[in-house]
């Protein structure tokens, strides 16, 4: 049975100006090289518009969220080169109960 093995390797390219710093991931099996991606900072001209266009997608979000209150929406923010998604939790498994005096076991408690 032959071994396979396989390496990421993180490169980052530096340039001399800092907008233009660009990571590498690069992943190696045996001597080919399989994925290759390159991730660079975007300009503030991009991360302007992505802004804004962000901005617009959440207004008609809210919007229609107040037309039907009742559907679950996904929140996502998308790039060029990165998306990080953030969903509604499921509701807690316990139950919580308003606190009362009951509640509160006042032998242990440090204020008298």
Known sequence: MQRRETYIVLQIIPSDDEDNVMLRI???KS???VTSILLRKPTDIEIKRH???R???LEIQVHELRQSPDEQTDVSIETENVQISQ???PPPTTTIHD???HDIDRSKSPVK
């Open 26 to 28: 690069v992943q190696l």
């Open 55 to 57: 901005y617009q997608q």
């Open 87 to 89: 969903t509604t939790a």
């Open 51 to 53: 802004v804004l266009e």
């Open 31 to 33: 001597s080919n090289v």
């Open 99 to 101: 606190r009362n005096d």
